[in-house]
Nanobody, 121 residues
Framework: QVQLVESGGGLVQPGGSLRLSCAAS????????MGWYRQSPGNQRELVAV???????NYADSVKGRFSISRDNAKNTVVLETGSLKPEDTAVYYC???????????????WGQGTQVTVSL
């Protein structure tokens, strides 16, 4: 059984930072892209950042220069370092991974349960 487990959300003041982590566990054959989406009330889920297995990263325009994504392929983990946080960054952040489990040998997208990030005074 493959699982993605996130940690690191919370309440932070504007201008602050948070470190979001996500670990994939289970019998995993390979992982291609890993990344983060977010969703705030009344809005669609939007891509925040994605990183390939080779380390190439892409970011939403709204977070460029403020957020940084990294991964550890040996540990099947991905980290989102957030900085200069704004109230509009408030959302539930979801980790995802495009991975191939040994059980199916078919690539599928898996999601974490989400972690709340709240930016407020």
């Amino acid at each position: 059984q493959v699982q993605l487990v996130e940690s690191g959300g919370g309440l932070v003041q504007p201008g602050g930072s948070l470190r979001l982590s996500c670990a994939a566990s289970g019998t995993i054959y390979s992982i291609s892209a890993m990344g983060w989406y977010r969703q705030s009330p009344g809005n669609q889920r939007e891509l925040v950042a994605v990183i390939s297995s080779g380390g190439s990263a892409n970011y939403a325009d709204s977070v460029k220069g403020r957020f940084s994504i990294s991964r550890d392929n040996a540990k099947n983990t991905v980290v989102l370092e957030t900085g200069s946080l704004k109230p509009e960054d408030t959302a539930v952040y979801y980790c995802y991974a495009k991975l191939t489990p040994y059980s199916t040998h078919r690539q599928q997208t898996y999601w974490g349960q989400g972690t709340q990030v709240t930016v407020s005074l």
